[in-house]
């Protein structure tokens, strides 16, 4: 007999409420303080018991995890990449909003490097795919090899190293990364 779904109807908006005040109340402890922040502070800040922040995230790495994928999250608007639209299109708004995101709350990042920041492999492969279906990889580039770069040029340590701190602009930062783009790719064909 399979287990029965359990659901929380109406409760689950103030299940979701509580989540999202630990995971606020983290990222402000942890732009602060660095990921050393305790448990019993994050809780503290969001006025909520322990027991309902190890409930919601199981410890604290799992907490970590979820600030981390949280922050590293791609709006809705930034999926819509589909094969109608032009992959290069793709690729400078994906560049567009790494930048915006990663310039968004820069401490938290820079607290959070070498969790998991990027869980965008999948994404990543599938632009690069795209880009090669529609002849956009320069000859010899391999579809990894623009997964790869594409990975590295929308992480928050290649953005962070350009930014430097906000004496260059976000969207300087993006033009950099566009040109480092042109490595990999075909010139765009001229109509």
């Given at each position: 007999m399979a287990a029965r779904?359990?659901?929380?109807?109406?409760?689950?908006?103030?299940?979701?409420?509580?989540?999202?005040?630990?995971?606020?109340?983290?990222?402000?402890l942890v732009s602060e303080l660095g990921p050393q922040s305790s448990l019993g502070k994050v809780s503290q800040r969001a006025g909520v018991s322990r027991i309902t922040v190890y409930n919601q995230f199981r410890s604290k790495a799992g907490l970590l995890e979820a600030l981390s994928a949280e922050a590293g999250r791609r709006p809705a608007s930034a999926d819509r990449a589909?094969?109608?639209?032009?992959?290069?299109?793709?690729?400078?708004?994906?560049?567009?909003?790494?930048?915006?995101?990663w310039a968004a709350d820069s401490r938290l990042h820079r607290q959070l490097e070498g969790r998991t920041q990027r869980a965008r492999s999948d994404d990543?492969?599938?632009?690069?795919?795209?880009?090669?279906?529609?002849?956009?990889?320069?000859?010899g580039c391999s579809i990894k090899e623009a997964e790869d770069v594409i990975g590295i040029l929308t992480s928050?340590?290649?953005?962070?190293?350009l930014h430097n701190e906000g004496r260059?602009?976000?969207?300087?930062?993006?033009?950099?990364l566009l040109r480092m783009a042109s490595g990999f790719l075909t010139a765009p064909a001229q109509v």
């Open positions: 779904e359990y659901r929380l109807g109406r409760r689950q908006a103030e299940v979701d409420r509580t989540r999202n005040r630990i995971l606020a109340a983290a990222r402000e589909d094969s109608a639209t032009d992959p290069r299109e793709d690729l400078k708004l994906r560049i567009d909003h790494a930048c915006a995101a990543d492969h599938a632009l690069a795919e795209r880009l090669a279906a529609n002849d956009c990889l320069r000859p928050f340590p290649t953005f962070d190293r260059r602009s976000v969207a300087g930062v993006s033009e950099i």
